[in-house]
């Protein structure tokens, strides 16, 4: 699964700390999304959509993998 | 997520504040160790006492079972303080303790248990004699120090990969 994180946050000029600290999480978990070392759980997916204000499909993709 | 699975994840860990409190307790234990085998080459002599033991076999004695003996506690203080502390450490949860940290504890836990398996295996086949006693006496603390490491090292691996502002 790939994610747009990175270009939403630019978007939003907010950086990975503060992301982490909105959404209560470490930033290390941020940063391990952003970089596709970790796939979050849905719960997480659902929160940081609803922070930016989109769906979910939207920041979230499915790969060829998947 | 699951009910079940957050009380798994977060049951068995302590609060923050142990954290600090097991480093303490580690750096008291690793002081004393390093203070009896390198710097007096024995045990601490103000150490000796009596105490409450289950089975003691002492050299050219017959084991004693649920007796008070007379012994020098410098090893038995240093082996406690070591678990204890390192267990303080090991079980302590995170300022943030979120489900990535989770996986990254899991993680190292599996592989400090792997490779402590390993080692083992390498040295049982290996070491013989008497050295073989110092094998199991320090495998008694590798995991722990292996897991600590690990985790720290995979905290510190996902603060800085592609790190940018």
Do not use: C
Request: hydrophobic residues 50%.
């Amino acid at each position: 699964m790939k994610n747009n994180i990175k270009v939403q946050r630019a978007i939003k000029n907010i950086t990975q700390e503060d992301l982490a600290k909105i959404i209560s999480v470490t930033r290390q978990t941020i940063n391990a999304m952003e970089n596709n070392k970790y796939v979050p759980s849905t719960v997480l997916a659902l929160k940081i959509a609803k922070y930016f204000g989109k769906n979910v499909e939207e920041i979230f993709e499915l790969e060829d993998k998947d | 997520m699951n009910k079940i699975l957050i009380i798994m994840e977060k049951r068995f860990l302590l609060p923050n504040r142990f954290k600090s409190v097991g480093w303490l307790i580690l750096l008291i234990s690793l002081s004393l160790w390093i203070y009896s085998v390198f710097i007096i080459k024995g045990e601490i002599p103000f150490l000796k006492t009596s105490t409450f033991s289950i089975i003691s076999s002492e050299f050219l004695k017959e084991t004693e079972y649920f007796a008070v003996i007379q012994t020098n506690l410098t090893y038995t203080l240093t082996g406690i303080l070591f678990i204890i502390g390192g267990l303080f450490v090991a079980f302590s949860r995170e300022k943030v303790e979120d489900e990535f940290i989770s996986k990254l504890r899991l993680v190292s836990f599996q592989w400090s248990f792997l490779i402590n398996h390993i080692l083992l295996l390498f040295l049982f086949i290996f070491v013989y004699g008497m050295d073989f006693m110092n094998v199991l006496i320090y495998n008694m603390f590798t995991t722990l120090i292996l897991f600590i490491i690990h985790f720290h090292y995979l905290m510190y691996k996902y603060k800085n990969i592609g790190y940018e502002k």
